[in-house]
């Protein structure tokens, strides 16, 4: 079974980077799409980007020029940077698998992030 | 940007009744449709994929139906498990997701 885990700092400040990673079992990540989505507090959900073993990536467009996904196949991880973050950013952001770069079929729980000084 | 649309945005039925969730999309997505469910605190499941196929474990009585525009996620005899928050998502094409808003399908 696939199991994503997704840790890093639950307080981020405005203006500063929020820095995210997930870690990867029961499958190797040099396969599949790897994914980033978040979920404002109430809200919907909102896909942030994607990268692909072989470290292409794409990104929603209106997070584009503030967000960098990488990976790291030996450990099993990719991450997520978002620069220049507001309370708007303030969300639950989960790790997911993107399958044939279409649906997401496995899930990290999610970990809520706060921007806030 | 393909836009999907969900409706209605709150749906109550009783437990053992069918329950019927609309998607539709701004712009033709073919079979590129999938369907979530999501229960507080948790992450959403996947449920549908190619607008009409369950994924591992689903039970039968989810079906989704529906191609191009207008899609349909019918849940036959709901289960108490069953009242959560469903997502519709668009699976075919990059800005990724294109998710619905949701629709919560709550207990009448």
């Known amino acids: 079974q696939v199991q994503l885990q997704e840790s890093g700092p639950g307080l981020v400040k405005p203006s500063e980077t929020l820095s995210l990673t997930c870690t990867v079992s029961?499958?190797?990540?040099?396969?599949?799409?790897w994914s980033w989505i978040r979920q404002p507090p109430g809200k919907g959900l909102e896909s942030i980007g994607y990268i692909y073993y072989s470290g292409n990536t794409n990104y929603n467009p209106s997070l584009k020029s503030r967000v960098t996904i990488s990976i790291d196949t030996s450990k099993n991880q990719f991450f997520l940077k978002l620069s220049s973050v507001t309370a708007a950013d303030t969300a639950v952001y989960f790790c997911a698998r993107l399958y044939n770069s279409g649906w997401y079929d496995f899930w990290g729980q999610g970990t809520l992030v706060t921007v806030s000084s | 940007e393909i836009v999907m649309t969900q409706s209605p945005a709150t749906l109550s039925v009783s437990p053992g009744e069918r329950a019927t969730l609309s998607c539709r999309a701004s712009q033709s997505v073919s079979s590129n449709l999938a369907w979530y469910q999501q229960k507080p605190g948790q992450a959403p499941r996947l449920l549908i994929s190619?607008?009409?196929t369950r994924a591992t474990g689903i039970p039968a009585r989810f079906s989704g139906s529906g191609s191009g525009t207008e899609f349909t996620l019918t849940i036959s005899s709901l289960q108490s498990e069953d009242f959560a928050v469903y997502y519709c998502q668009h699976s075919g094409s990059w800005p990724p997701g294109s998710f619905g808003q949701g629709t919560k399908l709550e207990i009448k």
């Open positions: 029961g499958a190797s990540i040099s396969s599949y799409y």
């Open positions: 190619g607008a009409s």
